[in-house]
């Protein structure tokens, strides 16, 4: 096992949508494993997700997984009351499992129904399932973090994941009514909003011309690994966050910190013009 911090001895955690390798999820479920905390994985494909969980056993981190879609309240009821019978308790839960197509998800104009509907399902509906069974469990333990993935999709308008960034848009508004709700009975409720992370679906899929636009425009010149998304949320969830609720984290390597225009005027400065 990997050194660690043991920020999250004693916690339990769910990390949805956990079961690709090499994505955000996944590598949140290690990150939280390494901080103490005992991990369920969730996520729709068994035999992956199961795999993913046996690499992590290996390691010798404390783990069991379900099988769970989200939009479902009964698959979610049976996620809940499987992380208690396993290990007990509920402290953390990271609403990580999310829709998203470059194919489908276009203009407004062009929107399937079907795909909009299925999308908030998902990331919308779904959070707010996870949200809403969870809460008893955390409430009895004394107490809990949920961190919910938004994106930085929500920070303005684009031509493509039209649905996708209006579901994570409800998604932050969901965070801050859950933090209010729930403050007082020691529910803290947070978001991180990702931006341009090279997971392993994204390294398959994104042209070199597309890596390199958003390379040109995050300010740290790079994309993030799924682990540092995993490492924001290991800190919301610990007691290091204990005074934080109701907020989004950007995430995102500055790319929402500077205007659209910053990059290419930087540019012809520095060829004098």
């Known amino acids: ?86 290990f007990g308790r509920l402290d953390v839960i990271d609403n990580n499992a999310a829709r998203t197509s470059p194919e489908h998800d276009l203009l407004v104009g062009d929107m399937e129904v ?15 399932l996870m949200c809403k069974h ?31 960034a209006s579901s994570k848009a409800a998604v932050e508004s969901l965070t801050r009514y859950i933090a209010t709700q729930y403050g007082p009975q020691k529910i803290r409720c947070n978001a991180v909003s990702p931006g341009p992370v090279m997971t392993s679906s994204l390294e398959k ?10 390379r040109r425009h995050t300010l740290t010149g790079d994309y993030a690994k799924p682990s540092e998304i995993g490492e924001a949320v290991s800190f919301l969830a610990s007691d290091r966050a204990s005074f934080i609720t109701g907020q989004v984290l950007q995430v995102d390597g500055g790319i929402g910190a500077h205007l659209c225009t910053s990059t290419d005027l930087a540019e012809l400065m520095s060829q004098g013009m």
């Open 114 to 128: 079907e795909w909009w509907d299925r999308t908030f399902a998902i990331n919308t509906r779904g959070t707010m």
């Open 205 to 214: 899929g994104l042209s070199p011309e597309m890596r390199e636009i958003f």
């Open 1 to 86: 096992m990997s050194d660690h911090r043991g920020e999250l001895e004693g916690k339990v955690a769910i990390v949805t949508g956990a079961a690709m390798p090499g994505n955000i999820g996944a590598a949140t479920a290690e990150v939280l494993a390494r901080e103490g905390a005992r991990v369920v994985l969730a996520d729709v494909t068994g035999d992956q997700l199961a795999d993913t969980t046996a690499a992590l056993a290996a390691k010798g981190y404390s783990v069991a997984c379900q099988v769970a879609d989200i939009s479902s309240e009964d698959a979610v009821k049976a996620l809940i009351a499987f992380t208690l019978e396993k």
């Open 134 to 164: 969870a809460l008893p469990a955390m409430i009895k333990g004394g107490g809990g973090s949920i961190v919910n993935i938004s994106s930085g999709t929500v920070l303005g308008g684009n031509f493509f994941s039209t649905a996708y």
